[in-house]
T-cell receptor
Framework: TQLLEQSPQFLSIQEGENLTVYCNSS?????LQWYRQEPGEGPVLLVT?????EVKKLKRLTFQFGDARKDSSLHITAAQPGDTGLYLC?????????FGTGTSLTVIP | SQTIHQWPATLVQPVGSPLSLECTVE??????LYWYRQAAGRGLQLLFY??????ISSEVPQNLSASRPQDRQFILSSKKLLLSDSGFYLC???????????FGPGTRLTVT
């Protein structure tokens, strides 16, 4: 059972544009992580959010955890080609990890 | 600091041949360990996880198996590979608190 649905599945944008990726579930999570994965490499942890409504910023990336801790979003401002990759969310419930379906982002120079 | 290693990085094997992928973690003790498989550009499929030596839980019935002979070593095996076993295999660990996972560099397996 896939608990976490990400949208969009694929996204291709021009350099300098803004974008938002969504991670949605009907389940409640104690924490949620976002990872970025480049082709041929393992996912790299970007951020962990644990409190409902929490907002964290990492340079041009803004992460938000939903008030009910069922969903999250990742917003990228002024995207750059180096942001290209697969973005994965992962929720933790009962010490079990549930990974999202992934969003493949391509930023065109 | 903790590091996680996987080898080999790439592997091409014929159908019906055996498989052994190895994962080791350094700089921590008693980690939870995971094996995932990933189709191109998609999410992760959990195959096995282990909370301690000799303790293996299987998520997906298949012709793969896993073993944990030492605290920081996790091995993925098969006696006879199928074409459908091709994919990108990732090992991951967490400190046992169900908080964050850290991934190895992965192994690209092609079964021909």
């Amino acid at each position: 059972t896939q608990l976490l649905e990400q949208s969009p599945q694929f996204l291709s944008i021009q350099e300098g544009e803004n974008l938002t990726v969504y991670c949605n579930s009907s389940s409640v999570f104690s924490s949620l992580q976002w990872y970025r994965q480049e082709p041929g490499e393992g996912p790299v942890l970007l951020v962990t959010v644990v409190t409902g409504g929490e907002v964290k910023k990492l340079k041009r990336l803004t992460f938000q955890f939903g008030d009910a801790r069922k969903d999250s979003s990742l917003h990228i401002t002024a995207a750059q080609p180096g942001d290209t990759g697969l973005y994965l969310c992962a929720g933790v419930a009962g010490n079990q990890f549930y990974f999202g379906t992934g969003t493949s982002l391509t930023v065109i120079p | 600091s903790q590091t996680i290693h996987q080898w080999p990085a790439t592997l091409v094997q014929p159908v019906g041949s055996p498989l052994s992928l190895e994962c080791t973690v350094e700089g921590t003790s008693n980690p939870n360990l995971y094996w995932y498989r990933q189709a191109a550009g998609r999410g992760l499929q959990l195959l096995f996880y282990s909370v301690g030596i000799g303790q293996i839980s299987s998520e997906v019935p298949q012709n793969l198996s896993a073993s944990r002979p030492q605290d920081r070593q996790f091995i993925l095996s098969s006696k006879k590979l199928l074409l459908s076993d091709s994919g990108f295999y990732l090992c991951a660990w967490d400190p046992g608190q169900g908080f964050e996972q850290y991934f190895g560099p992965g192994t690209r397996l092609t079964v021909t």
